[in-house]
């Protein structure tokens, strides 16, 4: 694995990764976005090596994905045993054990001793589809309701469901009917404060359904456990859990989206655990491949087994090097105990977040668990005006010093930190150091 040292020997982004970024205008669509124009030879552990042999701190996991890390050990034997035997087959064709083997560990690691069931796909977007086919096929009904910030994905149903027109939606319509819009139990931006945050977003969402759907005419509910491209929102302490028992109550599907929050990213295998939910259908993705495309929907047998036979799947779900992958990264997430470790390296992340706050009025709120923790930026802490343009001017600063974060949040003004749990701390509290040295340069020291 390539060394766990940040080094910079150019200036970013090098000869090399300027070479290839003048090649790919020439070849990509200018549609497909890209955060930092650097490219990458080889990636391990928190370290990303570009081209020119520069070593940047990963704080971004490609978006939560390489949790165990780009290379981690046990993923690469498997997938490369795995590809020696055989690449695809096609699951619904002629099956396989490595398919059936991550439906056993997802439907044991799920919230919930009931019996379950898992169908794997591609990405988290189509996870998210199926899990909204297998409500509607099992309860007869039509409706889905999603909430405000939400992330679902980039197809055209997951679109309905996102909540933030630009970059997602725009210019991309129509979008799928029967989608329904409620307000997000967000503690830091409730009109009526923190304390009454809950309560009221639940009276608001339980009036909404009731008034403008129907509950006799919703299929499910999907809620991100914590928001991830909305702003790393945390829901009020306890409306999940209401949220979700009121589902069971009116014969509604509780659909928790872990794509983003899942495979000990949260300190938990699952966000939901903090609120002892088991949700009725969970989809996940991002991390459980250990790099490679794989995303699940595990939950209720009943529900899970509600379609028509033939009616789920598709060519490449639950491809057998994808597969192994998982096995390789749920092997070591166990082994090497990532639940404790994001939950360790999270407090120590947000130790140094509260003592940047400290120092810089423009953070407005620390937020998150574990190893999903966001900053909002805000150009003042009474009004909690949002600002994009101090939060995208920091994070260039720390682009340009090798430090690879992410921003998120419909209002453009949260940072994010999503590094590989198996970043080592030295590195972690030097890619935090980096995160300083952009704040005292863009805000003052
Ligand atoms: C990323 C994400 C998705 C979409 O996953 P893709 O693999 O990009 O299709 C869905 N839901 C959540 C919560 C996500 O973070």
């Known amino acids: ?13 090098g ?4 070479a290839l970024h003048s090649r790919r205008a ?76 991550v439906c056993e560990q997802l439907n044991d690691l799920a919230p919930g001793d009931n019996e379950k069931r898992s169908a794997l796909f591609n990405s988290g977007a189509e996870a998210v589809e199926n899990a909204v086919k297998i409500a509607r096929s099992a309860t007869g009904r039509a409706g889905v309701v999603a909430f405000d910030h939400a992330y679902h994905g980039r197809t055209n149903l997951t679109m309905a469901l996102t909540a933030k027109s630009m970059p997602y939606k725009s210019g991309f319509g129509p979008f799928a009917s029967e989608i329904h819009r409620v307000p997000m ?35 499910a509910v999907i809620l991100e456990p914590i928001q991830g491209e909305g702003g790393f929102i945390v829901p009020a302490p306890g409306f999940v859990a209401r949220l979700a028992q009121w589902c069971t109550d009116n014969g509604i599907v509780f ?45 209720r047998a009943d529900l899970m087994d509600a379609p028509h036979s033939g009616g789920l799947g598709g060519t490449y779900g639950g491809n057998p090097i994808a597969c192994a992958a ?38 407005g709120e620390i937020r998150g668990r574990g190893l999903m923790q966001a900053i909002e930026l805000v150009s003042d802490r009474e009004a909690k005006t949002p600002d994009a343009k101090t ?8 682009h340009r010093r090798g430090l690879v974060t992410l921003t998120c949040g419909t209002f453009g003004n949260v940072f994010r930190f999503l590094p590989p749990l198996v970043i080592e701390e030295d590195l972690l509290s030097t ?15």
């Open 1 to 13: 694995m390539v060394a766990q040292e940040y080094s910079l020997t150019t200036a970013l982004p």
């Open 15 to 18: 000869p090399a990764s300027q």
């Open 26 to 101: 020439a070849a990509v669509s200018s549609a497909v976005g890209a955060t930092l124009p650097v490219y990458i030879d080889e990636a391990g552990g928190g370290i990303l090596r570009d081209v020119d042999g520069n070593q940047l701190i990963d704080f971004a996991s490609g978006i939560a994905v390489t949790g165990v890390g780009a290379t981690d050990p046990r993923v690469v034997e498997r997938v490369r045993e795995q590809a020696g035997k055989f690449t695809h087959t096609c699951f619904m064709v002629t099956g396989y054990e490595g398919y059936i083997e």
């Open 185 to 219: 139990a967000y503690p830091y931006r409730w009109p009526g404060g923190v304390d009454q945050c809950a309560d009221q977003a639940f009276d608001a969402f339980v009036e909404a359904v009731h008034v403008r759907v129907g509950e006799e005419n919703t299929a």
């Open 255 to 299: 659909i928790a989206d872990e794509v983003q929050t899942g495979f000990c990213r949260t300190g938990n295998w699952f966000a939901s655990e903090y609120e002892n939910v088991v949700p009725d259908l969970m989809t996940t993705g991002k991390a459980i491949g250990g790099g490679l495309p794989l995303a699940a929907v595990t939950g």
């Open 326 to 363: 998982a096995l390789g990264a749920i092997e070591t997430m166990r082994a090497d105990d990532l639940v404790e470790r994001s939950a360790r390296l999270g407090k120590l992340l947000t130790g140094r977040l509260e003592d940047l706050a400290s120092r810089y009025d423009v953070i």
């Open 391 to 398: 939060t995208a001017a920091i994070n260039a600063a720390g």
């Open 431 to 445: 890619g935090l150091d980096l995160l300083d040295e952009a704040f005292a340069e863009v805000v003052g020291a």
